[in-house]
């Protein structure tokens, strides 16, 4: 490991660097729902077909945003391999809470991008992952998973 950097866990066990992590999930996560909705509402595409491109762009944004500060440290495959270790249970919450969050508020999946609906079901579906998967990111962080995978890169 590297020196100095045992002290980043801080006196609550994780809980800070458990909501960074979330935070940064959240970020890739976000980005992926909503440009796979414009997507998806743009080509008229299927209740189905909507949420798997948001989860695909959920992904390729949160692994994305997970590898371009790793590149200053590591080779491009060994920054994507230490993403998809760090990350990829993080995301995985984060969208099956989001996803099922979305799929039960009646008139969601149907509702277009100028809908008051799609939005405030888009962010309260995100703000619950969130809350879900901080306990999810403190868990793997305490036992050397996760985002501690990643942790030393982003302080050396």
Same mark, same amino acid.
């Given at each position: 490991?590297? #020196?100095?950097?045992?002290?980043?866990?801080?006196?609550?066990?994780?809980?800070?660097?458990?909501?960074?992590?979330?935070?940064?999930?959240?970020?890739?996560?976000?980005?992926?729902?909503?440009?796979?909705?414009?997507?998806?509402?743009?080509?008229?595409?299927?209740?189905?077909?909507?949420?798997?491109?948001?989860?695909?762009?959920?992904?390729?944004?949160?692994?994305?945003?997970?590898?371009?500060?790793?590149?200053?440290?590591?080779?491009?495959?060994?920054?994507?391999?230490?993403?998809?270790?760090? #990350?990829?249970?993080?995301?995985?919450?984060?969208?099956?809470? #989001?996803?099922?969050?979305?799929?039960?508020?009646?008139?969601?999946?149907?509702?277009?991008?100028? #809908?008051?609906?799609?939005?405030?079901?888009?962010?309260?579906?995100?703000?619950?992952?969130?809350?879900?998967?901080?306990?999810?990111?403190?868990?793997?962080?305490?036992?050397?998973?996760?985002?501690?995978?990643?942790?030393?890169?982003?302080?050396?």
């Amino acid at each position: 490991m590297h #020196d100095g950097h045992d002290g980043h866990m801080d006196a609550g066990g994780g809980w800070g660097t458990a909501i960074s992590a979330t935070l940064h999930c959240l970020t890739g996560c976000a980005i992926g729902e909503i440009l796979g909705m414009v997507i998806a509402t743009a080509l008229a595409l299927g209740n189905a077909a909507s949420i798997a491109i948001s989860i695909a762009l959920a992904f390729l944004f949160g692994y994305g945003l997970a590898v371009r500060p790793l590149l200053a440290a590591v080779t491009p495959r060994r920054a994507v391999r230490l993403a998809f270790a760090s #990350d990829t249970v993080s995301i995985a919450t984060m969208e099956v809470v #989001d996803n099922a969050f979305i799929v039960v508020v009646p008139g969601a999946l149907a509702a277009g991008l100028g #809908d008051g609906l799609f939005w405030w079901s888009l962010l309260v579906s995100l703000g619950i992952a969130f809350v879900v998967t901080v306990p999810v990111n403190r868990w793997l962080i305490r036992r050397g998973k996760g985002h501690a995978v990643i942790h030393a890169y982003h302080h050396s």
